[in-house]
């Protein structure tokens, strides 16, 4: 059955051999590693070169299975993005003895909580860092592809304290899955994304989400669920109607067209946007062919991603 859940992930399992995440003048791209327990998470952090006035934003990247955290720096180019915007970038590395293709688990019920699991591991990990370095609390995003990007949404659920916004690109939503059945069921089909109930309903992040129409590892559906989860929740903070309201716009990007829906209050903040790539498929929207599971074709994620974080920082 494990075997057989992954089977239409076939195409992350074999470890990238492309070119390493490219260099920046004046910037470091460390190497660490983070001891909590039983668990030891390796990681990599992109430092801007340049001096910087204050403390600065800081961006959570969860890689896909199949991949470490140079290809997805590589396959992103969001260190190039944090460059030039002066932003902190942290990659963990799901560590093969936790799943054999490197995958977050985003499915297990025992990752789906505060406090426990993958999520409470990433989340010491950030506030290590943010104590180590100087990053602004206000401006803490988090961001992941597939299995990264359902591991970003549950982050963004289970730490709305911790996380300023959140970006998922060919995810699914928090509790689309509690087993390896049900996780391939979703994966094909779409999942209900009524549950599980806001741990803390005082707070919703606002989410981004980018997937291609036509991935056919991760239906998109999947990430129409994540919007519906994190409007739902929306309204129940308010427990009333929030007024929320959509306005969808069409384009053409790198070569192929995209549908974007924007969904925001009365008052014009936008709490949440979907990005509908027309013609992709599993794969970060116009990323660098340089790192495995991108499309070079389309609107760029990063970019998009980098702006609506930067545009939504912590009340």
């Known amino acids: 059955m494990f075997n057989t859940l992954f089977e239409a992930w076939s195409s992350l399992t074999a470890p990238w051999q492309g070119l390493p995440a490219q260099s920046i003048a004046g910037s470091r791209f460390s190497y660490g590693t983070h001891e909590d327990g039983a668990r030891t998470l390796r990681y990599r952090l992109f430092t801007p070169g340049g001096a910087r006035d204050g403390p600065m934003p800081l961006i959570v990247m969860l890689h896909a299975c199949g991949q470490d955290a140079a290809d997805f720096a590589s396959g992103t180019g969001m260190n190039a993005l944090a460059q030039e915007h002066g932003c902190l970038v942290l990659y963990p590395e799901q560590s093969a003895c936790a799943h054999w293709n490197r995958c977050w688990n985003w499915y297990e019920h025992s990752h789906h909580q505060r406090g426990a699991g993958e999520p409470a591991l990433l989340a010491r990990l950030t ?85 291609g129409d036509a ?101």
């Open 127 to 211: 506030r290590r860092i943010m104590a180590e370095h100087a990053v602004d609390p206000a401006r803490v995003a988090v961001a992941g592809l597939s299995a990264g990007g359902a591991m970003a949404v549950i982050l963004g659920r289970t730490y709305p304290d911790l996380f300023s916004a959140v970006g998922s690109h060919s995810g699914l939503a928090h509790g689309s899955a509690t087993c390896e059945g049900s996780a391939m069921l979703a994966m094909r089909n779409g999942s209900d994304a009524s549950v599980p109930a806001l741990p803390r309903p005082e707070s919703v992040v606002p989410v981004i989400v980018f997937h």
């Open 215 to 315: 991935d056919t590892t991760v239906h998109r559906m999947n990430s129409s669920s994540v919007i519906r989860q994190s409007l739902d929740s929306r309204v129940a903070q308010r427990q009333e109607d929030a007024g929320i309201a959509m306005v969808a716009e069409t384009g053409c990007s790198g070569g192929r067209a995209f549908t974007r829906q924007c969904h925001h209050e009365s008052t014009g903040a936008v709490l949440a946007e979907e990005w509908t790539v027309h013609g992709a498929g599993h794969a970060w929207s116009g990323g660098n062919r340089h790192g495995s599971h991108t499309d070079t074709r389309g609107p760029s994620a990063s970019e998009e991603m980098l702006r609506f974080f930067l545009a939504h920082p912590a009340a």
